[in-house]
């Protein structure tokens, strides 16, 4: 079955420390990965998308993912966190059966303390 | 930039009435989706579109429907509304074979009381 694990609920970092988020999949196939932020009360945005080629993937507010199709993972990272940065972060897969459809995980809580 | 707007930020709504959640993209995409937020349940998908008139369901529409008249409109309408129906409730839409992400809307959070 087809499925992708974000298995923290929550993340805590302290301002300007590194940061990672993690994230694990299971699809057939190649992987369409993408990671989005939602704040407080709003809708979800785009912040990067891996497909394929190089493997450290770069994205909106200086985030960045790293795709391991070995460990089938693909962490959000960020070199020094912002406490502008707290918010929720969802991982997702695309569909190998509906190319349309996104597989989301459960989404990762990050509170970037000052 | 595309934009999906969604009509309403928040609304409230009583037990048993029918309500409509408008969503409106502009930017000409064909597949159009609403999903409903629960937290630690994530985004579950309810009903999607990909063409006009068409609908499919998702992994939630039991007491929902949908409707898609014109490309660009996609409604979500709870027949009769239930407290259990509370929630977040996502409008997104993408182009093509979806390689390029879901756009979403701001999110309408309905209380039904």
């Known amino acids: 079955a087809q499925s992708v694990a974000q298995p923290e609920d929550q993340v805590n970092v302290a301002e300007g420390n590194p940061l990672t988020v993690k994230c694990t999949y299971s699809?057939?196939?190649?992987?369409?990965l993408f990671w989005y932020v939602q704040y407080p009360n709003r809708g979800l945005q785009f912040l990067l998308k891996?497909?394929?080629?190089d493997n450290l993937v770069k994205g909106s507010y200086g985030f960045e993912a790293e795709f391991n199709k070995s460990q089938t993972s693909f962490h959000l990272k960020k070199p020094s966190a912002l406490v502008s940065d707290s918010a929720l972060y969802f991982c997702a897969v695309r569909d190998a059966g509906n190319n349309r459809k996104l597989i989301w995980g459960l989404g990762t809580s990050l509170a970037v303390n000052p | 930039d595309v934009k999906v707007t969604q009509s309403s930020r928040y609304l409230v709504k009583r037990t048993g009435e029918k309500v409509f959640l408008e969503c409106v993209q502009d930017?000409?995409?064909?597949?159009m989706f609403w999903y409903r937020q629960d937290p630690g349940l994530g985004l579950r998908l309810i009903y999607f579109?990909?063409?006009?008139?068409?609908?499919e369901k998702g992994d939630i529409p039991e007491g929902y429907s949908v409707s898609r008249e014109k490309k660009e409109r996609f409604s979500l309408i709870l027949e009769s509304a239930s407290t259990n129906q509370t929630s977040m409730y996502l409008c997104?839409?993408?182009?093509?074979?979806?390689?390029?992400?879901?756009?979403f809307g701001s999110g309408t959070r309905l209380t039904v009381v």
């Open positions: 579109s990909y063409d006009v008139k068409m609908k």
């Open positions: 997104a839409s993408i182009i093509g074979q979806g390689a390029e992400g879901y756009t």
């Open positions: 891996y497909i394929t080629g």
């Open positions: 699809v057939s196939g190649n992987p369409y």
């Open positions: 930017m000409d995409h064909e597949n």
